[in-house]
């Protein structure tokens, strides 16, 4: 049942980097699948953080961390990544991975703390 698992979440320091993995499901062609990545900060709505076409080669990104977070997938090994730099307190949040096309599947989610 669990189509995703993601990783990487932990504390980090104003302005520190991290890196999340999203596990895909040996049961999904994953290199068929649009795949984003979304965060809830506590009490907020849930927000889109960036998408990645499933080739990998089209990219776009929320305008608060446009030029800071990056996504990259590796279909060889069922992987998506979410790199995260110059981290701000306000990107604390639970992370997760989440699939658009061509079936919606949600990770478990990966909590993120920025603080000093």
């Known amino acids: 049942q669990v189509q995703f698992v993601e990783s990487g979440g932990g504390l980090v320091q104003p302005g520190g980097s991290l890196r999340l993995s999203c596990a895909a499901a040996?049961?999904?062609?994953?290199?068929?699948?649009?795949m984003g990545w979304y965060r809830q900060a506590p009490g907020k709505e849930r927000e889109w953080v960036g998408t990645?076409?499933?080739?990998?080669?089209?990219?776009s990104y929320a305008d608060a961390v446009k030029g800071r977070f990056t996504i990259s997938r590796d279909n060889a090994k069922r992987m998506l990544y979410l790199q995260m730099n110059s981290l701000k307190p306000e990107d604390t949040a639970v992370y997760y991975c989440?699939?658009?096309?061509?079936?919606?599947?949600w990770g478990q989610g990966t909590q993120v703390t920025v603080s000093s």
């Open positions: 990645i076409s499933s080739g990998g080669t089209t990219r």
């Open positions: 989440k699939s658009v096309s061509p079936r919606e599947y």
């Open positions: 040996s049961e999904l062609v994953f290199g068929n699948y649009r």
